[in-house]
């Protein structure tokens, strides 16, 4: 059974930084991509982005491209999302999220509960 | 980036109605379409993917059809637990969106 839980979430001021987390468990890590997704509240789904199985190739939402850094340790069945100078406009419940299969790899398959972030001073 | 228009925003329906939500692609995705559901305070959890393949799991009476830029999710004979948003997602090109969604309620 697929798990996966989101932490690292609080309260920041604009321009600080915060590095949140994923955990997963109950699959083989190492061989699926993952996502990170976003909400603001009360408002819709937002793809942040995406690391492949290996680490090696990773794509992001033009909005976070320089600020947010996706990356893994595959020893440690984590993902991770380091974020840098954030905005208000980043204050959002983020999800990590696993992909359907290795060919489908923009499929969100499974997703965890998230973890809130709120920027503000 | 492609844009994803989808409606309508808010549906109320009655147990055993059929519902339908339209997606409109603002390009071309093939049939590279997703279908998530999320209920309140929950995490989304995937419903359809490429248009019309339903999840492992997941309900018949819930189906999607459609290619290109014209997409349609349906529920048949709702059910109260189908108390949710609905959204499309798009994944036609690298950098994903999501609809709007469609928040449906009961009456």
């Known amino acids: 059974q697929v798990q996966l839980g989101e932490s690292g979430g609080g309260v920041v001021q604009p321009g600080e930084s915060l590095t949140l987390s994923c955990a997963a468990s109950g699959f083989s890590f190492k061989n699926y991509g993952m996502h990170w997704v976003r909400q603001a509240p009360g408002k819709g789904l937002e793809w942040v982005a995406f690391?492949?199985?290996?680490?090696?190739?990773?794509y992001y939402q033009d909005s976070v491209k320089g600020r947010f850094t996706i990356s893994r340790d595959n020893s440690k069945n984590t993902l991770y999302l380091q974020m840098t100078s954030l905005r208000p406009e980043d204050t959002a419940v983020y999800y990590c999220?696993?992909?359907?299969?290795?060919?489908?790899?923009?499929?969100?398959?499974?997703w965890g509960q998230g973890t809130l972030v709120t920027v503000s001073s | 980036d492609i844009q994803m228009t989808q409606s309508p925003s808010s549906l109320s329906a009655s147990v055993g109605d059929t519902v339908t939500i339209t997606c409109q692609a603002s390009?071309?995705?093939?049939?590279?379409l997703s279908w998530y559901q999320q209920k309140p305070g929950r995490a989304p959890k995937l419903l359809i993917y490429?248009?019309?393949n339903l999840e492992t799991g997941v309900p018949s009476r819930f189906s999607g059809s459609g290619s290109g830029t014209d997409f349609t999710f349906t529920i048949s004979s709702l059910q109260p637990e189908d108390v949710a948003t609905y959204y499309c997602q798009q994944y036609g090109d690298l950098s994903l969106s999501f609809g709007g969604g469609t928040k449906m309620e009961l009456k």
């Open positions: 490429d248009s019309s």
């Open positions: 690391v492949r199985f290996d680490g090696d190739n990773k």
């Open positions: 999220a696993k992909i359907r299969s290795s060919r489908q790899w923009l499929i969100l398959a499974s």
């Open positions: 390009q071309d995705i093939n049939n590279f």
